[in-house]
């Protein structure tokens, strides 16, 4: 439906649109990092697109990838109805994105949300801090390499003779797939 | 002779800011949120709106079972109208799957569906007017809320977590019972928002306390991300179920309600125009929809589970079966976004596969997260007793704005 969007921004940004494709029928564009917030900006301001509306930012862990976070930030036209998806890629080691805070008012949320659950280092937000988890809380836990059984006790668990243990230990780990 | 009158400025106290904790447990917020206002006297200066403290974890909760066994945490995300999140998830991962389900599945979404906005229109209806001292309309719009409640749990088997309905499915049809019941219920609802909104609409000090209250300009809305009524309301018509229907929606003629200035008013009259709407689409649901006995699951043995006699019977049904609840279904690998209009605004769920049976990531886009990120800019220059209405008609859901 939104082919045109796709098409608009390859001619604008040539090479720079890395891929693009239409799973299930939503549009969806790649960029690199340094180009994120320039496409993001073209997208809100560019008539054909005219994306005034902000949807969704969020994120994406593929441990097996070398630019393993995979940031998606989607966006609707009030007056097109079309809707498009864009994504950049960073990597765990240095997962610093350019920040859109200016672009669209609701963007703050989603991008302390996203730094809170998945570590992505939104550069030039102003108001970087947690926001669902508390401060204090070590590591993001929607990483696949953060086991859905750890356990960060607020108050640390008793030391009990051996026979009682706790329903539950410390890091178990947990496989991110079943392949 | 000199005036012996000492200055007015010298006979005030110096205002210092105050900070006003708001919550996490407060018996006037609706769920647990945090809201640290900056007051300078009664006014608020500015407010730092602290969600998070229902966070359950439901995307890495998610990543562990199958594809089914999401619907249970779905039904808590927004646990006032669960029907909604149900479906919402389901049309997600079925158009991953690339399957569209039987007529008569989709008119009973829509129909529980549209019972599931109206409780949830009907609790912040009532939960609004408490907000600002009417503690009648509560009362009444709770037991027309009841009454839904108790025809859900005939068809469901729950009154208010349901997980109802599956990939590709339902979970049983309809009770021959419902479409009586439900056709009866619908005046009774009717008689009660009227008769609350009577006692209501005509007071003085209820209008006094909207009116002009929290006005969200529609450009903001739309740049915060704000969706459902409480964009309606700020004059933007956007309706997914009209701007990109999904299920039986474009056959059923309704109305989208409006709003002009975008004020707490606004926001309180198109839900309770909703309600009036969604009782008109359930009675064309009901009328359009195909007899029973028409299939509601799809034919296919992938997706859905085999009938019980073929599971005891024979042994592709209980190979069929073994796999499918061991396993999961098996969806392709691929990536989909699937969007609703829930009661308050768009419910997007952004499902990843890896080709197995597990989710790979479930990713909730619930609108209370974005319409909540609008209210610590709303409440600025407000007076206190403000916020609490105009947090009110938010309609934050602390299950779906945490997950």
């Keep these: 439906m939104a082919q045109r969007i796709l098409d608009r921004l390859k001619e604008t940004f040539g090479a720079k649109i890395l891929e693009t494709s239409s799973p299930s029928g939503d549009e969806v564009a790649v960029v690199a990092r340094d180009d994120w917030p320039a496409v993001a900006r073209f997208l809100r301001d560019d008539p054909v697109c005219a994306m005034d509306m902000f949807i969704d930012l969020t994120c994406a862990d593929y441990p097996d990838r070398r630019e393993r976070l995979e940031v998606w930030l989607r966006l609707y036209s009030i007056g097109h109805r079309h809707r498009v998806c864009l994504k950049t890629r960073v990597s765990a080691e240095d997962p610093k994105v350019p920040s859109l805070y200016d672009l669209w008012r609701g963007i703050d949320w989603f991008e302390r949300e996203a730094f809170d659950l998945f570590g992505v280092v939104f550069a030039g937000h102003p108001d970087l801090r947690r926001i669902l988890l508390y401060e204090g809380f070590e590591g993001h836990p929607l990483r696949k390499d953060y086991a859905a059984e750890k356990t960060q006790p607020l108050v640390g668990y008793r030391e009990v003779p051996p026979t009682k243990v706790p329903p539950f230990g410390t890091a178990e780990g947990m496989p991110w797939s079943r392949r | 002779m000199e005036d012996a009158d000492i200055r007015e400025e010298e006979l005030e106290l110096p205002a210092e800011p105050m900070t006003l904790n708001l919550g996490p447990s407060h018996p006037a917020m609706h769920g647990t949120i945090r809201i640290v206002a900056k007051l300078d006297g009664e006014v608020v200066v500015s407010a730092d709106v602290q969600p998070g403290y229902l966070h359950r974890g439901f995307d890495k909760m998610a990543e562990r ?185 474009d056959r059923i003629d309704f109305d989208v309600p409006v709003g002009e200035v975008g004020d707490n008013w606004d926001r309180f009259m198109v839900r309770a125009e909703e309600v009036r709407q969604s009782s008109r689409i359930i009675r064309q649901a009901l009328d359009q929809m195909p007899p029973a006995g028409s299939p509601i699951d799809v034919l296919d043995t992938r997706v859905i589970l085999p009938p019980k006699e073929d599971v005891y019977a024979t042994i592709e049904g209980t190979i069929n079966h073994f796999k499918l609840v061991m396993e999961g279904i098996r969806v392709p690998a691929g990536e989909a976004y699937g969007y609703t209009e829930a009661c308050n605004g768009e419910l997007g769920f952004g499902v990843v596969s890896d080709g197995t049976g597990t989710p790979y990531r479930v990713r909730a886009r619930g609108p209370c997260f974005a319409n909540l990120a609008a209210l610590g800019r709303m409440v600025v220059g407000m007076m206190i007793p403000d916020l609490i209405p105009t947090f009110g008609l938010v309609n934050m859901i602390a299950g779906e704005c945490d997950r």
């Design chain 2, 65 to 249: 079972g199958t594809w089914s066994q999401v619907f249970p945490y779905t039904d808590r995300l927004n646990y006032v109208s669960p029907i909604l999140n149900n479906v919402g998830y389901a049309l997600a991962v079925e158009k991953l799957l690339g399957i569209t389900v039987p007529e008569r599945n989709q008119y009973i979404r829509v129909v529980l569906g549209e019972f599931s906005r109206i409780t949830d229109h009907l609790t912040n209806l009532g939960a609004v007017a408490m907000d600002v001292g009417a503690m009648t309309p509560l009362l009444w719009l709770l037991k027309a809320r009841e009454w839904i409640w108790e025809i859900l749990e005939e068809v469901t088997g729950a009154r208010l977590t349901h997980s109802y309905v599956r990939i590709g499915g339902l979970a049983f049809d309809l009770t021959d019972t419902f479409r009586d019941r439900a056709l009866a219920l619908l005046p009774r609802i009717a008689e009660e928002l009227d008769r609350s909104l009577d006692l209501l609409l005509e007071n003085r000090i209820f209008i006094d306390r909207l009116k002009g209250v929290g006005v969200l300009p529609a450009a903001e809305a739309i740049s915060y991300g704000v969706t459902g009524p409480m964009l309606r309301a700020s004059g933007v018509d956007h309706d997914l179920r009209k701007t990109a229907p999904y299920l039986v929606y």
